[in-house]
């Protein structure tokens, strides 16, 4: 990772860079085990299925913002799951999957070159190819400090984080939202893995608590891709400011961004349904506790991971030593160097693979 790739403009693919060992872990008498992506691979929930089917019949063009009962729905699941009242409609924007919204939105917000956006230290990479696809500067860190006298223009952050799984309390969000409303930033809270919290307790920048009961200057995301095993659909939402959501809208209606009517109506669905998730909660504790026992026997550290669907996992050796010591037992992984400088000596595990696949895991490190 790193090199700059044809176009110059965006390093590798980081996926592509451990084919190498992706082949080698094939060649397991078992088979591979997959744990390098975070993709679901339980059923999807029959309520988003059958909405989907039911709304199939759509011969006209959907909405940018996404339906007003849609939008109702995620200011109902916010306040039912996280009690955060008061949502509007207009604060609420359909995206098509998060990825999407976050690689597209320093551009969209019109952010340039001269303009600085902060990200966090160990990190999801698009957030990343966001600033670069605009043509602005990423600074990555986890203090406000590093900024120094450099005004950014926005600033992500991410918890429950990918990769590191960590999870922070009301207070550390409180001087994130502080620091952006002084320098004039807008936040960007990546909380796709909100409802995917082990130890401690899941907290919003949409949590009056942490804003103050505003939400000028913040937006937060969320996906149903984790939740409620919905990936291929590519369904998620922006929540906050209502002038933010207005431009994102008024550039988005110019671009065609729009989240296909049937899939809203399975999200909709979705959103309506808690029982699903929680049975999926189930599923992932169960194989997190699986990994990590596994993991610790075979005399892995583990860091953080108090959240997300990953284990961030070390064995005190350079993260692509690891990737190829597992290779050589059938495992694949992401290896640390992926989310920035700060973790080449980690690798990290999903435990989004079946009941069986995470039992040959732990079966192969006894």
């Not at 990953?310 to 992401?334: F, H, M, S």
């Amino acid at each position: 990772m790193g090199h700059a790739s044809v176009s110059g403009r965006f390093p590798d693919f980081p996926w592509d860079t451990i084919a190498e060992a992706k082949a080698r872990a094939a060649e397991h008498p078992g088979g591979l085990v997959d744990l390098s992506i975070g993709t679901p691979v339980d059923p999807t929930p029959e309520v988003a299925r059958q909405a989907l089917i039911a709304a199939a019949d759509s011969p006209g063009y959907p909405t940018v913002l996404g339906p007003e009962s849609l939008r109702r729905s995620v200011g109902d699941w916010l306040d039912r799951r996280f009690s955060i009242p008061g949502i509007g409609t207009d604060e609420v924007l359909a995206t098509i999957g998060s990825k999407e919204l976050i690689a597209n939105l320093c551009v969209q917000l019109g952010l340039g070159s001269g303009d600085v956006v902060g990200l966090p230290e160990t990190a999801y990479p698009t957030y990343a190819v966001s600033a670069a696809y605009a043509g602005a500067t990423a600074i990555a860190t986890d203090s406000r400090v590093a900024f120094g006298p450099q005004r950014p223009k926005l600033v992500f952050i991410n918890f429950p984080a990918n990769p590191h799984g960590r999870v922070v309390g009301r207070e550390h969000l409180k001087a994130w939202v502080d620091y952006c409303r002084e320098s004039g930033a807008l936040l960007v809270s990546d909380e796709c893995y909100l409802e995917f919290v082990w130890e401690g307790e899941p907290v919003s920048v949409l949590d009056p608590e942490v804003n103050g009961g505003s939400l000028d200057g913040i937006i937060a995301l969320h996906s149903l891709s984790k939740r409620s095993n919905m990936a291929g659909y590519r369904d998620a939402f922006v929540v906050g400011d209502r002038t933010v959501i207005a431009e994102l809208l008024a550039v988005r209606k110019h671009l065609g961004f729009m989240l296909p009517t049937p899939v809203a109506a399975a999200m909709q669905a979705a959103l309506g349904d808690d029982a699903h998730v929680d049975e999926q909660r189930e599923r992932y504790a169960r194989r997190r506790a699986t990994l990590r026992t596994a993991l610790e026997g075979a005399g892995f550290r583990i860091d953080h991971s108090q959240g997300s669907l990953y284990l961030w996992a070390t064995r005190d050796e350079p993260c692509r030593e690891t990737v190829q010591w597992l290779a050589e037992r059938g495992i694949l992984v992401a290896p640390g160097d992926f989310y920035g400088a700060t973790g080449t000596r980690h690798v990290r595990f999903a435990f989004t693979a079946t009941d069986e696949r995470i039992a040959a895991v732990a079966e192969r490190l006894a």
